[in-house]
C-alpha cells in the first residue's frame, strides 16, 4: 500500500486518534495513524484491487463462511487509539465491533505490496502487527513477472519466515484454515476462479 504523511489545514496540533478520522472525507483515500501522525494512501490501483478481491473472494470459499473475512477492514493497534491501520484484507474469528473499529488481533492480516510501500508493509506493519499479537501475517507482492507470497507467523513476539511461493507454485498453509493458492491467480487475465487453488492446474 502506497503512503504519504500529509498535514491538512485543519489538523489539531496535538496526537490524533480515531475519533478524528470522522471528520476525514470519505474520498476513496485511506487514512491510517501510526502514533497519532496521519498517514494518508491514495486509492488502490486495479492490478492491487484485484488481487485483493480474488483473495477474499478464495477465502470466503474455502472456509465457507465461518470467519469474519473483511478487505480494509479498520483496526485499532493501541488502546488510545491513535495507532490505527487498515490492512488490505483480514481474517477474524470474533463478532464484527457493536461500534467503532475492529480492537483485537484479527487471525491473519494481508498486505499488497505497491513500489512505495516495500519498506513501510515488511518493516514498520511487520513490528507493529507483531506487537499486537497478530498471529499470521502474508505480504502480497503483486510484481508484473512473478506475483509472491510470503507466510509469517508470531513466535516469541516476533515474525518468522513459515512459507513462500512464487508466480504458478502452489501456496499451502494450514493457518487461519487448511488452504492452497497459486499467487499467479491473484492478479492474472484468465479462468482465475477455477485455478486460484491449484485444483485444476495441468488440465
Given amino acids: 500500500m502506497s503512503v504519504m504523511t500529509t498535514r491538512q489545514q485543519d489538523i489539531p496540533e496535538r496526537l490524533l486518534t480515531t475519533d478524528d478520522l470522522e471528520h476525514f472525507p470519505d474520498d476513496g483515500r485511506r487514512y491510517e495513524l501510526a502514533d497519532g501522525r496521519l498517514d494518508v494512501s491514495p486509492a488502490p490501483k486495479p492490478k492491487h484491487t484485484r488481487a485483493t478481491t480474488r483473495l477474499s473472494a478464495h477465502l470466503n470459499f474455502i472456509c465457507d463462511g465461518e ?4 478487505e480494509s477492514p ?7 487509539r491513535t495507532r490505527h491501520r487498515v490492512p488490505d484484507l483480514a481474517v477474524f474469528d470474533v463478532p464484527l465491533p457493536e461500534s ?17 510501500s516495500v519498506l513501510r508493509d515488511n518493516h ?3 513490528i507493529e502487527y507483531a506487537a499486537f499479537g497478530v498471529p499470521a501475517y502474508w505480504i502480497v507482492n503483486p510484481l ?17 519466515e513459515a512459507a513462500q511461493a512464487h508466480g504458478e507454485d502452489v501456496f499451502t498453509t494450514d493457518f487461519p484454515f487448511a ?8 492478479t492474472a487475465d484468465g479462468p482465475w476462479l477455477r485455478n486460484i487453488g491449484g485444483s485444476a492446474d495441468g488440465e
Fill in 179 to 186: 488452504l492452497a493458492l497459486v499467487p499467479h491467480w491473484l
Fill in 67 to 70: 470467519f469474519e473475512i473483511h
Fill in 74 to 80: 479498520g483496526i485499532d493497534l493501541n488502546g488510545d
Fill in 124 to 126: 514498520t506493519k511487520r
Fill in 100 to 116: 467503532g473499529y475492529f480492537s483485537v488481533p484479527p487471525l491473519l492480516a494481508v498486505e499488497i505490496v505497491s513500489p512505495d
Fill in 144 to 160: 508484473a513477472d512473478k506475483v509472491g507470497l510470503v507466510e509469517f507467523r508470531l513466535e516469541d513476539g516476533q515474525y518468522r
